[in-house]
């Protein structure tokens, strides 16, 4: 099975040691991305704007490997303060209209760079 280390000229930085996303075969692993301006680095401020760059950064990593966000077939959403729940589902629903992929919503302690939201995926062609 071949695979593939894609990195997004238009997204931000990686945070780490770790590519954009992986794809192998027909499956694209895509890498957590945080509400990370690509042009600063910075994080966005307030947890919908960082919601709403990160699923732009992901729509980044998506095209870049000539994908498209009906292709997830399942995402991770990971939020610092759950009562910020209702706020990132809206911002969800704008990217996943008619193919709603699996999900899951995890609270965690912190996330790097102190950011409020990270979202992953896995996206098949």
């Known amino acids: 099975m071949r695979k593939k280390q894609i990195n997004a000229a238009k997204a931000p930085a990686a945070v780490g040691p770790y590519s954009h996303a992986i794809l192998s075969g027909d499956t694209l692993y895509i890498s957590g991305q945080l509400g990370l301006d690509p042009q600063t680095g910075e994080l966005k401020e307030g947890v919908e704007a960082q919601a709403e760059q990160g699923f732009k950064n992901l729509g980044t990593i998506l095209k870049e490997a000539g994908f498209g966000f009906a292709d997830v077939v399942k995402t991770t959403v990971y939020l610092v303060d759950m ?3 209702a706020k ?4 969800y629903a704008e990217y996943f209209k008619e193919w709603l992929p699996a ?5 965690v302690k912190e996330l790097p760079k102190g950011g409020l939201f990270e979202v992953e995926a896995i996206a098949v062609k």
């Open 83 to 85: 009562g910020d729940f």
């Open 88 to 91: 990132v589902n809206a911002i």
């Open 103 to 107: 999900r899951s919503a995890i609270a």
